[in-house]
C-alpha cells in the first residue's frame, strides 16, 4: 500500500497569526500592569514608581516573552524587603513583593493566562 500527502504551508496566514499572538502578548503585559496599579499594591509616595518607572518591555516579544519592569534606584530594594513599614495613604494595600499574588502559586495566578487568552481571542476574531 503506498499513500501519498502534500502539506502546504500557508505562510501569510501563519505570519498573521503570530502577529496577532504577539500583539496578544503585549496587550497582556499592559493589562497586568493595569491590574497592579488598580489593585493599589504598589508602595506609593508620588506615583512616579507605578505610572512612569513601571513599563511592559517588548524587547523579547517575538520569542514569546514580555516582562513588566519596575526601574528606579528604590524599586528593587522596596519589591524585595516586605518588612518595611509601607504607607497606606495612597495605596491602600501597599507591599513589597506586589507581584507575588500574579506569578503561579499566588491568589491571583490565573490573571495573566485569562487576559492572554480573552485578548488572543478578540485579535482572531473569535
Known sequence: MKVDSVVRINAPVIKDLNNKVNLALA????????????????????????NIKTFVDLTEQNSGK?????EGPYARRLYFHPE???????????????LDDYMSGGSKQNFVPAAFKRLLRKELGT
Open 27 to 50: 496587550k497582556t503585559g499592559e493589562a497586568l500592569h493595569t491590574k497592579v496599579v488598580q489593585d493599589q499594591v504598589m508602595p506609593r509616595d508620588t506615583g512616579q514608581l507605578q
Open 66 to 70: 514580555v516582562s513588566l519592569v519596575t
Open 84 to 98: 518595611y513599614n509601607f504607607k497606606h495613604t495612597e495605596n491602600p494595600n501597599a507591599k513589597g513583593r506586589w
